[in-house]
């Protein structure tokens, strides 16, 4: 059988590019998320990769499925910091796909829609999801999906809401989008695990708020006003703002 590569370069040379102990290779799961959990449960390093060249049953929030074929990267990445807030969490992993892509453009496009979408031109690029295993208080590890379109097919029924990579720089590969992606998922602020965003990132995020100024319907009757650092989204109902800390979003 042939040995799986990702454009043309193996598991354990990605892994020395990348700075990670691991990288695993896969042509077909479940779901990367599933596979960062086993791995986290066998007491691997923190900064571990687990790649997808198809999910057959990849998973968003609340129980959304993801159409996952080939040609998108399909990414998990185990981490484990001391302690997380994962709406915050969402945010800064968000930041950090929105860098990476932007850094391929060339230009700042991309918009951060709350709590976990990245926008290319107003149609959903990416979507992050972010799950932690817990004995009691203590975080064990902290496993991290991000889906991001990057070759694969658009389905006709989603196009006016989905977007790949390809359809902005034809010549792209998924490489190009993980060599900057990964170093910035298993170091720095991202890693770290810090429970409030900073003021750097929660003036990041701003500048890239789709919602800002929205009237919504859901998770609250109101119009959106930003995030608090723990990653709440912020809903003006007029009489008061109100801080929303899950849900689903549909514009009023």
Do not use: Y
């Not at 720095?188 to 810090?194: F, K, Q, R, Y």
């Not at 500048?207 to 912020?234: C, I, N, Y």
């Amino acid at each position: 059988m042939a040995r799986l590569t990702l454009d043309d370069i193996g598991a354990a040379e990605l892994a020395r590019r990348w700075g990670v102990p691991q990288c695993g290779l896969f042509r077909r799961l479940d779901s990367t998320l599933n596979a960062i959990h086993e791995l986290g449960a066998q007491g691997a390093t923190a900064g571990s990769v687990v790649i997808a060249e198809q999910q057959t049953a990849g998973r968003g929030r609340d129980g959304r499925t993801w159409h996952s074929p080939p040609g998108g990267v399909w990414l998990g990445m185990l981490l484990r910091p001391a302690r997380a807030e994962l709406a915050a969490f969402s945010v800064r992993v968000g930041l950090a796909v929105a860098d990476a892509v932007d850094a391929l453009l060339g230009r700042r496009e991309t918009r951060l829609k709350w709590p976990n979408d990245v926008l290319l031109g107003d149609r959903k690029l990416a979507g992050i999801l972010c799950e932690g295993r817990w004995q009691g208080e203590a975080l064990h590890w902290l496993a991290v999906g991000v889906g991001v379109n990057v070759c694969n097919p658009i389905p006709a029924a989603v196009a006016h809401r989905a977007v790949a990579l390809v359809e902005w720089l034809p010549a792209v590969r998924r490489l190009d989008l993980l060599d900057r992606l990964v170093p910035a998922l298993a170091g720095g602020s991202v890693a770290s695990g810090e429970p409030a965003l900073s003021e750097r990132e929660c003036a990041a995020f701003a500048a890239q708020d789709w919602l800002s100024g929205r009237q919504l319907r859901s998770p609250a009757a109101g119009r959106a006003r930003g995030l608090r650092p723990d990653g709440a989204l912020l809903v003006d109902l007029g009489a008061a703002t109100v801080a929303v800390r899950e849900g689903h979003v549909e514009l009023a």
